[in-house]
């Protein structure tokens, strides 16, 4: 029991050393940057790169759920990195918006690649920041954003579609500020945010292709041992890429994969499998390529 009981107690203290969270102020003005840095950094457990933010999961509470992904940052930019000799966390700035007359707490949250500089792993953590973004303080000088207009597209068609264009204009005016360059700033954000967010759910998806996918062929296809003294093999399958296609992959008649133009998989080297692939674009299919994996042990 006491066995159980220290394993569990390593496990737990070991887990817990791979906790890192962001911190930076817990309020803000509209229009300004702020400061975010990574606490709990370690030689074995630190930033291998700078949090990624995630645009489309930004949440607001006071007063409006509502508001959501128009509460999102602008200008985005590390700082600095982690580092071994001056312990100096990661840190990242960006310029938060509030374009209503009241406070608004902002969510935002952010992928974080963690590494081991003793191991060489390395995991993702997802992490979140929370602030209270006030409005901007209208004083005599206050500067209001100039139109801004941007042809979109929905950016979330599949391979071989797009979509009709979207006009989307943000009025003079929208937004207040007190620098030009503020303002300007934050009907950009509006233009990324709403504007492709509409674009999205207004606009529909049309194939781009007017003929069936070229012939594909083999470029490679190998099979080895891995490791060398297992009998398990890694089978390789590439064939030459093509634009605005997904490749279907077949192992023994059934699908397995839709991804592009490369497959792997590991098997026992007494087994036989047949591996297919075929091109697929809206217009239609390529010719079906057949690759057999013999069942032979060196």
Not at 146 to 156: A, S
Not at 250 to 274: M, N, Q
Request: charged share 15%.
């Amino acid at each position: 029991m006491r066995k159980i009981y220290l394993l569990l107690s390593l496990t737990f203290f070991g887990l817990t050393g791979y906790t890192q969270t962001l911190t930076g102020p817990a309020t803000s003005t509209s229009g300004s940057t702020i400061e975010v840095a990574v606490s709990g950094e370690t030689s074995t457990s630190h930033c291998l790169n700078y949090p990624l933010f995630n645009p489309t999961e930004t949440t607001t509470a006071s007063p409006y759920e509502s508001i959501g992904t128009s509460a999102n940052p602008s200008n985005i930019q590390g700082k600095n990195l982690w580092n071994a000799s001056t312990k100096n966390p990661t840190k990242f700035s960006m310029m938060v918006h509030n374009s209503f007359s009241y406070p608004v707490t902002a969510t935002y949250y952010f992928t974080i690649k963690i590494t081991d500089d003793n191991t060489g792993r390395s995991y993702d953590t997802r992490q979140q920041f929370t602030i209270t973004i006030n409005p901007s303080v209208i004083t005599p000088g206050t500067y209001y954003n100039r139109e801004k207009t941007r042809v979109l597209y929905r950016n979330n068609c599949g391979p071989g579609y797009t979509s009709e264009p979207l006009t989307y204009t943000v009025p003079a005016g929208k937004f207040i500020s007190y620098t030009q360059d503020n303002a300007d700033a934050m009907a950009e954000v509006d233009i990324i945010t709403n504007g492709q967010d509409q674009a999205n759910r207004d606009l529909t998806c049309m194939p781009t292709c007017t003929s069936a996918p070229a012939a594909i062929y083999q470029h490679v296809f190998n099979y080895k041992f891995w490791p060398l003294q297992s009998s398990r093999q890694q089978v390789n399958v590439q064939v030459n890429e093509l634009p605005d296609v997904s490749y279907y992959w077949y192992v023994d008649g059934v699908l397995r994969r839709v991804g592009d133009y490369s497959f792997s998989i590991y098997w026992d080297c007494s087994e036989k499998h047949v591996i297919e692939v075929e091109a697929v674009n809206p217009c239609g299919k390529s010719n079906r390529l057949t690759f057999v994996k013999p069942a032979k042990c060196r």
